[in-house]
């Protein structure tokens, strides 16, 4: 089974500061991991997605996430918040053997501050 | 590319009808593809997988003789709110994975139904 927890379900940011949105997991097999971002009444767009390649991923609108496999981890940055960036955020993980079905998290809403 | 639409947007019903929402994958083809229910300020919960040509598969606690699927072609999956009561009142979001084998899900911009 696979789980995903992402810690705080809001952050808060002020514009230019840095943005961090947590997530772990559960897996016991190798994870694919996914960050998703949701504007309202959207559905989801892919930021970014590991799938055992390199461990620092870079994604689109300047988010990037490390996998840290230590720490079963998969924190998404972004060094300088945008009033663009305020939106809902899911982490999401599957695995090799069924990569289509993800499990995903609570998500966290991301406020910026003018 | 790997566009996913559902139609309608958003629609409104009486308690008892059924509605049908349309997910179609417009500039790929898509052996299969997820409905997903989100309640406000909520995850996503996955209700069903659909496989092209064959019958779809339910989580479990979904009843699968009142959320009906049919994934007819390589390009849509419908699915079928049977019955709809108010508490059938979600956001609800398919994605489709590519055919060509991908580890990524493409998802439509979703479809708001509300019973009342």
């Not at chain 1, 009444?41 to 390649?53: D, F, P």
């Not at chain 2, 566009?3 to 417009?26: A, Y």
Request: net charge neutral; glycine share 6%.
């Amino acid at each position: 089974a696979q789980s995903v927890t992402q810690l705080g379900s809001h952050v808060s940011v002020s514009e230019g500061a840095l943005v961090l949105l947590r997530c772990n997991y559960s897996s016991s097999v190798p994870p694919y991991l996914f960050w998703y971002v949701q504007y309202p009444n959207q559905g989801l767009q892919l930021l970014l997605k590991y799938t055992s390649a390199a461990t620092l991923v870079k994604g689109i609108n300047g988010f990037e996430a490390e996998f840290k496999k230590s720490e079963t981890s998969f924190h998404l940055t972004k060094p300088s918040a945008h009033m663009s960036d305020a939106a809902e955020y899911f982490c999401a993980v599957s695995d090799l053997t069924n990569a289509g079905k993800s499990t995903f998290g609570d998500g966290t809403t991301l406020t910026v501050k003018p | 590319g790997a566009v996913v639409s559902q139609h309608p947007s958003r629609v409104i019903c009486k308690s008892g009808t059924s509605v049908k929402i349309e997910c179609r994958s417009l500039d790929f083809q898509a052996t299969t593809m997820f409905w997903y229910r989100q309640f406000p300020k909520q995850s996503l919960m996955l209700m069903a997988t659909s496989n092209e040509g064959s019958k779809a598969t339910y989580e479990q606690g979904v009843e699968k003789d009142k959320f009906l699927i049919n994934h007819a072609s390589l390009t849509l999956s419908t699915l079928t709110v049977t019955s709809a009561h108010p508490e059938d009142s979600s956001f609800y979001i398919c994605s489709a994975i590519n055919a060509g084998g991908s580890d990524t899900q493409y998802f439509g911009p979703g479809t708001r139904l509300t019973v009342l």
